[in-house]
């Protein structure tokens, strides 16, 4: 299983074995704060500094920031979704699992000029999204940021959001609204008098609005004002409803996302696209990996090797080894399981790619008849 700490993870196969801890997707605008907001759920601090006022994150030990934060409000740095195994604020009896979503009116879309290609552009995005929640099976919570908790205002960016929850979670067996917060972001203590008036009244003013124009949202939804950010020098105080968070997401029954409803609009072209791309980022992730995980399975062979040459015929069951191929079938499953099968699959074909491609690809009938072509 994918069970390092703050580590990105971002294969389909990653998510078809992340570890069984609870489970937060962050959904939200461009510029809405979400890389801050895990960051800080993770453990690092963002601290602002009095003389001068411009804001910088404390390393976490040797380990600067996980997430990324965009250098201008209108850039979404996320371009496909991922996970990432957290401590909550840094404590080693609260591990959850974070997953990461690009920014939902990523107004890089718009610098496209074909509005088709910006169109096909999002839907990836979308699908991306969609493949990966299917793959990881639950979910525990959903929390939308909402930036502007001055404004207040159900803008079309957010609107969005929250139509693709309910039409996507429409097959999912239960409520998906029972497992949904808003949240307000920058919400910091510190400046807690610049945005906490008629809090109260914007909240319940936020979920009437959410209702009356979401028709399957019929659940009072809780609303936090989450920050994170503090003074240089001063003692944590991070925002209060970040406890509040948590307990939510410990008591959330899971909901199912094996039967999410496909998204609207995709053909074969951009499901293909949108495969070809998790193929590229698994054998991105084999490029680093495929050695361990090639010594790994030479390390496997050779034991079965050597269970069969050297341990006597009086000792063989206590190495399971017996009569036929089922053991060392069983037995390759295993490690297979144990590796990954995903990790065995691409990192063997980058190897191939890699070594023997170069050397017996121009030999191999496919190959050879489109170079005899060419010559």
């Known amino acids: 299983q994918c069970r390092d700490f703050d580590k990105l993870y971002e294969t389909k196969g990653d998510f078809q074995r992340a570890p069984e801890f609870r489970r937060l997707v962050v959904i939200g605008c461009t510029g809405a704060g979400k890389s801050t907001l895990l960051n800080v759920m993770g453990g690092w601090q963002f601290v602002q500094d009095q003389s001068d006022f411009n804001w910088s994150w404390k390393d976490k030990g040797d380990q600067p920031p996980l997430f990324q934060s965009p250098t201008t409000a209108s850039e979404s740095v996320t371009q496909s979704t991922a996970f990432a195994n957290l401590n909550w604020f840094g404590n080693d009896a609260r591990p959850f699992i974070a997953v990461d979503t690009p920014g939902h009116d990523d107004t890089g879309l718009t610098d496209i000029e074909d509005n088709k290609a910006a169109q096909e552009k999002e ?102 004002a989450l920050g ?100 060392e079938v069983l037995l390759l499953l295993l490690a297979s399981h144990v590796i990954g099968p995903a990790n065995l699959l691409y990192s063997s074909k980058y190897a191939y790619q890699v070594w023997l491609e170069p050397t017996l690809g121009p030999y191999l009938p496919g190959k050879k008849e489109r170079r005899l072509k060419q010559d």
């Open 123 to 224: 839907i990836k995005l979308a699908t991306d999204l969609h493949i990966k929640l299917r793959a990881l099976g639950h979910i525990h919570c959903i929390l939308v940021l909402h930036g502007d908790v001055t404004g207040n205002r159900l803008n079309p960016a957010i609107h969005r959001v929250l139509r693709m929850i309910d039409d996507k979670f429409k097959e999912a067996g239960s409520d998906v609204w029972k497992n949904v917060v808003i949240a307000y972001s920058r919400c910091n203590e510190h400046t807690r008098a610049s945005w906490a008036g008629n809090l109260d009244v914007r909240k319940a003013a936020i979920v009437k609005a959410i209702q009356k124009e979401i028709e399957g949202c019929t659940v009072d939804l809780p609303v936090l």
């Open 228 to 327: 994170g950010g503090e003074p240089e020098g001063k003692e944590s105080s991070s925002s209060a409803d970040f406890e509040v968070l948590h307990s939510f997401l410990m008591a959330a029954e899971p909901i199912d996302t094996t039967r999410l409803a496909p998204e609207k609009g995709i053909g074969a072209v951009i499901r293909d696209a949108v495969e070809r791309m998790h193929e590229a980022e698994a054998l991105v992730k084999a490029s680093r990996m495929y050695l361990i995980v090639m010594l790994q399975l030479m390390l496997v062979l050779l034991v079965l090797l050597l269970r069969a040459l050297v341990v006597p015929s009086f000792l063989a069951p206590l190495v399971l080894d017996f009569e036929g191929l089922t053991d």
